[in-house]
């Protein structure tokens, strides 16, 4: 498998642009996570689902944030409008069923607003 | 609610100097622990993980950390780091069991080797 795959890698946009991020989890794998790490606050789960659905987005910071699992192998992220504190590199990662697994993260997405 | 705490912030050691970076967690089930590191510019990966069974456990690249349920600890230690070993370590838990199965992470520790 060629692991949690994300895109684009780099992203730079204007301030009050619609931004999306993609996510392709890991095949099989029932969880899919979105992080995000800045260096302030460090690493923060955003949202995440289970089978397609959305279990806790407590941490989606503001309404301008939203994320979608339309089927079992692709996630967004979007946020609209965009603004500078936004900027930050965002994980995606994905776990199998069961009580012991592990998460694998894909290479993240580094958003820069300007 | 679930908490991770990692105590040094950033640590500078000498080639083939010994690590040992703490970590406490808070929560009120029963837990898996793990610790990633993050080499500058890139993901997480996986350095080692507690399921059961063992409270010591070996990982990649010759670290390892002992999980000790008294002290709600998971430290994570490497006997001689290397130069290589520079990165940024997490300490990360989550719930077996219904409750938060997503994992929760410490602040990170930076780890400055030199040569």
């Known amino acids: 498998d060629a692991g949690v795959i994300q895109s684009p890698r780099h992203e730079v946009t204007e301030m009050g642009q619609e931004v999306t991020l993609r996510c392709k989890p890991i095949?099989?794998?029932?969880?899919l996570f979105w992080y995000r790490q800045t260096m302030m606050r460090g690493l923060e789960l955003l949202i995440y689902?289970?089978?397609?659905?959305?279990?806790?987005d407590s941490g989606m910071p503001e309404d301008r944030f939203s994320a979608k699992m339309p089927n079992a192998s692709f996630s967004t992220l979007k946020i609209q409008p965009s603004e500078p504190r936004d900027s930050a590199v965002y994980f995606c990662?994905?776990?199998?069923?069961?009580?012991?697994?592990?998460?694998?993260f894909g290479q993240g997405t580094r958003l820069t607003v300007v | 609610a679930q908490s991770v705490s990692q105590h040094n912030h950033h640590v500078i050691l000498s080639e083939a100097a010994s690590l040992e970076l703490g970590c406490n967690y808070s929560y009120g089930g029963t837990v898996n622990l793990f610790w990633y590191v993050q080499y500058p510019g890139q993901h997480l990966q996986l350095l080692l993980k507690y399921f059961s069974g063992d409270p010591l456990v070996k990982g990649i690249k010759g670290f390892e950390a002992e999980f000790i349920k008294s002290k709600f600890s998971f430290n994570l230690r490497k006997p001689s780091v290397q130069w290589s070993d520079t990165a940024e370590y997490f300490c990360?838990?989550?719930?077996?069991?219904?409750?938060?199965?997503?994992?929760?992470f410490g602040s990170g520790t930076r780890l400055q080797v030199q040569p």
């Open positions: 095949s099989g794998h029932d969880y």
């Open positions: 689902f289970n089978n397609n659905v959305p279990i806790d």
């Open positions: 990662a994905s776990r199998a069923t069961g009580r012991n697994t592990e998460a694998f």
């Open positions: 990360a838990v989550n719930g077996k069991d219904t409750g938060r199965r997503a994992l929760t």
